[in-house]
């Protein structure tokens, strides 16, 4: 929206007019003409788009036209639209054509995703299902390609690129390296060598990782402890925004009457938001016990414009009450100065108490505590304190879905497979506890086909209780987390994080090396660690492993890493892409032939 504020504000447009007649429309709705109006177009440039915007130049809706694609146009499209506005005696009125290069979505400032309305177009489940044709992946991969070429147009720099073998990362890379050269060679019409961007002859280009979500795939299904990762893993959070649904108050429907319908309530948490910038990494319990420091502090500072209000009231003409009624007028004229920035500290705390509230109800009723604790101990190979069949048979531990991730993540990270016997076991009981045994079908397939020797690497995790809470145990506190485990979380990294520090590093890892380097061979390469990096998952990614690399970059000094993923997805939506009668073996020879 700033950006189009921003586009209606140019020297280049009829600002004057665009702000005392400004209407935003969507594309498709029915909209009157304004013929007197410029219009302002920011659109997908897709076929069913450039037939509306025809169909806008036939009837003569506005005065101008000022047309910005959000990925770049191509020519035959581009001649569609000159032809019709050609035809429709329109072509001085349109003014102005841009590609905006802007076909990604930033939700945090070093995190990125590519797509969002249409992300089952991109999707684990698109790239891995069984009927996949060439024609179909192809499409799928160029759609990844220029998004991500979009995103290096925007950020300046053309980077050096690094990813595995094998696998549909590999099929993105060597084509976003074909783009990125293609672009290069024609040094007046790049989109690199503008004053303001980095170019082609930096020094210092970022290191761009590509990885395939079938590298790790337990992450995705692995319960968390922080707190942005909790909202999204069992609240609705999407695009920063939360909705919470509310009982329908205390007053029961009458009998027979239609049940009232649950409030819903929705919640931004951007980095305007102070807390939750400080907080959105931290383990539950932490961020529990800061939201009941922050409702304390407000109180005390409510009770005391209480005080001073209660004193402005005493009666008496002595000096020392007019002293003290002298002193606590200027403490009063100072607390209410400060009631703006009292009242947005209200805001947000009720807003994080709603939020952690939900999430606490979760917790409890599915003990998500001893599922991440359990988890955690499974990941780092350590012993559990119970056997992994009885929690699966507690009725009370958990929803069938949460059974299954638990087991997915024994099944992935154990060093040797469960015997058939065992298995059996294991499917029975899972079964009863009311599982859908296809995922576990899939992920049986995926580890034949990746034939791994040993599992992949989670570092020295776990995780280590502690004692009662400190302030969130108390009868005052708004969090009663009696029966939740306080664990507090060691530092590891996942395994996207450790190929990162292998290759910023510079240390020796298995990955092919796709470095831009011939487009100007006075550029040495790299001998020294990398300082800047970018991670791109494709197939999807999670907040586990963003918090993960967040994590790693603050106990590096000065290196900045930048997380990205073709869709955002938690355990939930993952577990329901997952293909019900893969062949994965297939896959294989497809990236191999592409």
């Given at each position: 929206?700033?950006?189009?504020?921003?586009?209606?504000?140019?020297?280049?447009l009829?600002?004057?007019?665009?702000?005392?007649r400004?209407?935003?429309?969507?594309l498709h709705?029915?909209?009157?003409?304004?013929?007197?109006v410029?219009a302002?177009?920011?659109?997908?440039?897709?076929?069913?788009?450039?037939?509306r915007?025809c169909q806008?130049?036939?009837n003569q809706?506005?005065?101008?036209?000022?047309l910005n694609?959000i990925?770049a146009?191509?020519r035959?499209?581009?001649?569609?639209?000159?032809s019709?506005?050609?035809?429709?005696?329109a072509?001085?009125?349109?003014n102005k054509?841009?590609?905006q290069?802007?076909?990604?979505i930033?939700?945090?400032?070093?995190?990125f995703?590519l797509?969002h309305?249409?992300?089952?177009?991109i999707?684990?489940h698109a790239?891995n299902?069984?009927d996949?044709?060439?024609?179909?992946?192809e499409?799928?991969?160029?759609?990844i390609?220029d998004s991500?070429f979009c995103?290096?147009?925007t950020l300046g720099?053309v980077?050096?690129?690094?990813?595995?073998r094998g696998n549909?990362?590999?099929?993105?890379a060597v084509k976003l390296?074909?783009?990125?050269?293609e672009n290069?060679?024609?040094?007046?019409?790049?989109?690199?060598?503008?004053?303001?961007?980095a170019g082609?002859?930096?020094?210092q280009r970022p290191?761009?990782?590509?990885?395939?979500?079938?590298?790790?795939m337990a992450?995705?299904l692995h319960?968390t402890?922080?707190?942005?990762a909790?909202?999204h893993?069992v609240?609705?959070?999407h695009?920063n925004?939360?909705a919470l649904?509310e009982?329908?108050?205390?007053?029961?429907?009458?009998?027979g009457?239609?049940?009232k319908?649950?409030?819903?309530?929705t919640y931004d948490l951007?980095?305007?938001?102070?807390?939750?910038?400080k907080?959105k990494g931290?383990?539950?319990p932490?961020v529990?016990?800061?939201?009941?420091?922050?409702l304390?502090t407000y109180r005390a500072?409510?009770?005391?414009v209480?005080?001073?209000?209660?004193?402005?009231g005493?009666?008496?003409e002595?000096?020392?009450?007019?002293?003290?009624l002298?002193?606590?007028t200027?403490k009063l004229?100072?607390?209410m100065s400060?009631l703006p920035e009292?009242?947005e500290k209200?805001?947000l705390i009720?807003?994080?108490t709603?939020?952690?509230?939900?999430v606490?109800?979760?917790i409890?009723?599915?003990?998500l505590?001893?599922?991440?604790?359990y988890?955690e101990?499974l990941?780092?190979k350590?012993t559990?304190?119970?056997?992994?069949?009885?929690?699966?048979?507690d009725p009370?531990?958990?929803?069938?879905e949460d059974?299954?991730?638990?087991?997915?993540?024994?099944?992935?990270t154990?060093?040797?497979p469960?015997?058939e016997?065992?298995?059996?076991?294991?499917?029975?009981?899972l079964t009863d506890?009311?599982c859908?045994?296809s995922?576990?079908?899939?992920?049986k397939?995926?580890?034949?086909?990746?034939?791994m020797?040993t599992?992949?690497?989670?570092?020295?995790?776990?995780?280590?209780?502690?004692?009662?809470?400190?302030r969130?145990?108390?009868?005052?506190?708004q969090?009663v987390?009696e029966?939740?485990?306080?664990?507090?979380?060691?530092?590891?990294?996942?395994?996207v994080?450790?190929?990162?520090?292998?290759l910023?590093e510079m240390?020796?890892?298995?990955v092919?090396?796709?470095?831009?380097?011939?487009v100007c061979?006075?550029?040495?390469?790299n001998k020294?660690p990398?300082?800047?990096?970018i991670?791109?998952?494709?197939?999807?990614?999670?907040?586990?492993?963003?918090?993960?690399?967040v994590?790693y970059?603050?106990?590096?000094?000065g290196?900045?890493v930048?997380?990205?993923c073709?869709?955002l997805?938690n355990a939930s939506?993952?577990?329901?892409?997952?293909p019900?009668?893969?062949?994965i073996?297939?896959?294989?020879?497809?990236?191999r032939k592409?």
């Amino acid at each position: 929206f700033y950006y189009i504020l921003s586009l209606c504000a140019s020297d280049s447009l009829e600002s004057h007019v665009l702000f005392v007649r400004l209407v935003l429309s969507l594309l498709h709705s029915d909209r009157d003409p304004i013929p007197d109006v410029p219009a302002v177009y920011f659109v997908m440039p897709t076929e069913e788009n450039i037939d509306r915007i025809c169909q806008d130049l036939r009837n003569q809706l506005y005065e101008a036209y000022y047309l910005n694609f959000i990925s770049a146009i191509s020519r035959s499209k581009l001649e569609d639209i000159a032809s019709a506005a050609l035809a429709a005696t329109a072509v001085t009125q349109v003014n102005k054509v841009y590609d905006q290069y802007l076909n990604f979505i930033t939700l945090e400032d070093d995190m990125f995703i590519l797509c969002h309305q249409n992300k089952e177009l991109i999707s684990y489940h698109a790239i891995n299902r069984t009927d996949i044709q060439d024609t179909d992946m192809e499409a799928i991969m160029d759609t990844i390609v220029d998004s991500l070429f979009c995103f290096f147009v925007t950020l300046g720099a053309v980077p050096i690129i690094r990813c595995p073998r094998g696998n549909a990362a590999e099929v993105v890379a060597v084509k976003l390296d074909k783009k990125l050269r293609e672009n290069l060679r024609d040094a007046r019409n790049s989109l690199f060598t503008a004053d303001n961007t980095a170019g082609q002859f930096s020094f210092q280009r970022p290191l761009f990782v590509l990885v395939d979500r079938n590298l790790d795939m337990a992450t995705p299904l692995h319960h968390t402890w922080t707190y942005q990762a909790l909202v999204h893993d069992v609240l609705d959070f999407h695009l920063n925004r939360v909705a919470l649904e509310e009982g329908p108050g205390p007053d029961p429907s009458p009998s027979g009457a239609r049940p009232k319908r649950k409030n819903r309530k929705t919640y931004d948490l951007t980095a305007a938001d102070r807390f939750w910038q400080k907080h959105k990494g931290s383990p539950f319990p932490e961020v529990a016990e800061a939201v009941q420091e922050e409702l304390d502090t407000y109180r005390a500072q409510e009770d005391e414009v209480k005080r001073l209000k209660c004193i402005m009231g005493l009666e008496g003409e002595d000096d020392g009450a007019i002293s003290m009624l002298s002193d606590n007028t200027a403490k009063l004229t100072s607390a209410m100065s400060s009631l703006p920035e009292l009242l947005e500290k209200k805001r947000l705390i009720d807003l994080h108490t709603n939020v952690a509230t939900a999430v606490l109800d979760h917790i409890k009723s599915r003990k998500l505590d001893v599922y991440f604790e359990y988890e955690e101990k499974l990941m780092s190979k350590s012993t559990l304190d119970k056997s992994l069949l009885d929690i699966i048979s507690d009725p009370d531990a958990g929803t069938p879905e949460d059974k299954m991730r638990l087991f997915l993540i024994f099944f992935i990270t154990a060093l040797q497979p469960p015997t058939e016997s065992d298995l059996e076991q294991y499917s029975k009981a899972l079964t009863d506890a009311g599982c859908d045994l296809s995922p576990l079908n899939y992920v049986k397939q995926w580890k034949a086909f990746t034939k791994m020797a040993t599992p992949a690497n989670y570092g020295n995790s776990g995780v280590k209780p502690l004692g009662l809470f400190s302030r969130v145990m108390n009868s005052g506190s708004q969090f009663v987390m009696e029966g939740v485990k306080n664990l507090v979380l060691k530092q590891h990294n996942l395994p996207v994080t450790r190929i990162l520090d292998n290759l910023m590093e510079m240390k020796s890892h298995p990955v092919t090396v796709k470095p831009l380097l011939s487009v100007c061979s006075s550029i040495p390469r790299n001998k020294n660690p990398f300082q800047e990096a970018i991670v791109f998952v494709v197939g999807g990614g999670n907040y586990v492993e963003y918090q993960n690399l967040v994590d790693y970059s603050k106990s590096k000094q000065g290196k900045k890493v930048v997380y990205g993923c073709s869709e955002l997805f938690n355990a939930s939506q993952f577990i329901k892409q997952v293909p019900t009668l893969a062949k994965i073996y297939t896959m294989g020879k497809k990236f191999r032939k592409m």
